[in-house]
């Protein structure tokens, strides 16, 4: 008879497996079922419920400025999932609060389906169409709530 033995991981493998259910756990928060009530007029933008809807103004007045950009052209949409989620769980963890995704217009798949991704995850406080430096139509510019008030400007 074996007895089972618990084994220590190495530092580096722990890490890659905690990095990995990190990730895991931002994809929950993207369902493809779920439809947002986002103005279909105007730019894109939204305001999460407890924060003040000037800071949508803020945004699009190129008051923030985007310290990460994530250029998703030629990726599908689950990749796209992916890298939105790493790319929050990143700038939390750097301690970025403002960051720009490039979408692109294409067929306009991508176009549609990140505003309504990122409505659902928890941290993100506000999003808004970006400036033409930043992409324009094609882009949004995404407010992080960092949980600490550590907001850089």
């Keep these: ?65 985007p310290e990460i950009t994530l250029d998703l052209h030629g990726l599908k949409q689950q990749q796209s999932k992916q890298e939105i989620a790493a790319l929050i769980a990143e700038c939390i963890k750097q301690h970025v609060n403002c960051a ?22 928890p941290d993100i406080m506000a999003f808004h169409q970006a400036p033409l430096e930043f992409g324009g139509d094609g882009a949004l510019l995404i407010l992080i709530d960092l949980k600490d008030d550590f907001l850089c400007k």
């Design 100 to 121: 720009c995704i490039i979408h692109g217009i294409g067929n306009r798949v991508l176009k549609t389906k990140v505003p309504h991704w990122l409505v659902q995850h």
């Design 1 to 65: 008879m074996q007895l089972a033995t618990s084994k220590k991981l190495p530092r580096n493998v722990w890490h890659k497996k905690k990095q990995t259910l990190d990730q895991q756990k931002q994809l929950f928060y993207f369902s493809d079922e779920f439809e947002p009530n986002l103005e279909e007029s105007g730019p894109m933008k939204f305001v999460r419920d407890d924060v003040d809807s000037f800071e949508a103004k803020r945004l699009r007045r190129g008051e923030y400025y």
